[in-house]
């Protein structure tokens, strides 16, 4: 007896030929979700057999057989899908993005078009298509308009900002692109491409050592089935669903056991559910094979930090600033972690080398004049005092504090 036939209390043979096709059909597209495409096929196209008017069973053939690149034969079972339902909408968005990577983008764009003016589901996605198929052919303000349409309906969808942005880079309008990139970093941080196409922005403007940090953060998984895994496993973190992220990142590793950005996203999770020596067990992965250690070394000196292991975090922390000298935000961080070591004469350097870089940094003036009264280094501090005062004369508090260095000095 079958599965169906179990279901039903009957033997399979009992069982009417829709819905056993119904069943296969549902097999299909769970082997279809796990990435075994090849098995998928055949399962539809025994549902096929018993039920060859179904249009769904048509679409979801055709979308595996293209991701096995299989593209003539997914194009005839979308067109089998549009016989039996001519206004399907699933179908016509899938027929419009596989007739764009033919190769026919005039035709992919009146299809997507006319799939994005329909009331379903898909309309949205049809418009997101449509504007990658104008961006490949070169025209980025039509491409530009369709994102800022769509962002209008939906102001945080990051791969309409990515969109966006990249639109904008190739108009030229770098700083506004970049400002894309970091709205979706902000609230995705493992959103992949970004900092990849942040890097491009960044050196058309002539930012080449920030370019350069971000190349070495974006490390993409080396095989399909890992990028579909980790994909996958970003989503279910994304949900809230860490522990099921975590299975989806292992299976991930299994097929590229090296794969940076599996392993930072791994760790990332790991984390956030409290098990950070886990997560440097993972950072320690990537530090081993070379791809990724910025990422790898940030977050790992974050996990240390949570666990009061100050003294690692500095190595990790020293690791980078090697590999990026004059980045002005790691030398302040790196203060504060010198501050918890009681090591202030080495977070006084930290803050002078800040200065150095940009003299008007108000924290750092801030904070460098609060460590030389702990110091008792009163003139100094003073006058760290006046030039942060010279920047926002408004700051009450900084006002205060110099009220109390003149006291201390005797000269109130």
Known sequence: MGLLGRILGRGEQEVPPAARAALLASEGFQLDEAGMYEEAVAKYDESLELDPDSHTTHFHKGHALQKLGRNEEAMACYDAALRII?????????????LDKMGRSEEALELLEKTSSMESAIASSAMFNRS??????????????C???MLENNPGDADVLCGKGKALAALGRHEEAISCYDTVLSAYPKHPGVYGAKAHSLEQLGRDEEAAVLMEIESPPTTEACKVLTDKGDALDQEGKPEEAIKCYDAALEADPGSPTTLNNKGVTLAGMGRHQEAIACYDRILEGGRGRLRALTNKETSLIELGMYEEALECRDKILAIVPSDAGLHFARSKLLLRLGRL???????????DLHPDQYDTLAGKSDLLVRLERYEEALACCERALNINPSDY??????GDILAKLGRS
């Open 147 to 149: 994102f800022e349409a």
């Open 132 to 145: 990658g198929v104008l961006f490949r052919m070169g025209r980025y303000d039509e491409a530009l308009a």
């Open 345 to 355: 004469d080495e977070a006084l350097e930290c803050y002078d080398r800040v200065l």
């Open 86 to 98: 001519p206004g399907y909408p699933f179908a016509m968005n899938e027929k419009g993005v596989l």
């Open 397 to 402: 508090s900084m006002a205060s504090r110099r």
